[in-house]
């Protein structure tokens, strides 16, 4: 797909993500804003995936280690044909397949139940032992978001993962510098995020996460590292991205816009409700 290509679903992804919260009138709307870009790229470009056979042994694998950014996720995985888009509209609720945390018993193209923070990484790293062990050529993909960083389980996960050698294994951090309680720097600071990394034994490569260029740029680049070390991506992203009053303001990591609100960043984002 040409990058003027996948710029329109990205944005189509936003309105998605924002019509979704707002039928709910519950979700996690700027995180799911900021990684918008980086699905997008991979689901439409890099990843081997096929909506009508989303349990092909032979798939590349997704882990969405930042659980709650799902209605980044589904809006995604509803534009590129694995369920039906008008479902998005049940996003959260009773009976719904699109719960608040993705879950891999009910709705196809979810490859991980995930959640509870840090715990997606680590499944992603199983998986690629998994393909490692049966000389699979599937890559495994695992979007973390920067807040995250702050559980210990993230860093077991990475020394495993360059402990094993996996360079079929490739993370992104969602690097938007805010989590639920304010910026990263004043709850736990994580950075240097690239240099802990390299610590750790992992390929490091940089991008701009709303520059859509960029980011199929590194991903592409991260898929010829085959030098047996795993690699992640550190991409500065804006939280809330695509709407004003959203962007940098981390009150809406977990607040869904009323009726006037949704209607203003739909506008924004060249949409309507």
Known sequence: MQIAELKNVA???RRDIVTAVYSAQSGHPGGSLSCADVLTA????IMNV???NPKDPARD???LSKGHATP?????????GFFPVEELTTFRKLGSRLQGHPNMETLPGIDMSTGSLGQGISAAVGMAIAGKL???SYRVYSVLGDGELQEGLVWEAAMAAAHYKLDNLCAI????GLQIDGPNDKVMKVNPIDEKFKAFGWNVLKADGHDMESVVNALNEAKTLTNGKPTVIVASTVKGKGVSFMENNAGWHGKAPNREQAEA???ELGGKL
């Open 265 to 267: 960043a739909l506008k």
């Open 173 to 176: 951090v969602d690097n938007n």
């Open 42 to 45: 991979l689901y439409f470009e």
């Open 134 to 136: 049966d000389n699979a």
């Open 61 to 63: 694998r997704f882990v």
């Open 11 to 13: 944005a189509q992804v």
């Open 50 to 52: 096929d909506p009508k």
């Open 72 to 80: 980044a996720l589904y809006s995604v995985l509803a534009e590129r």
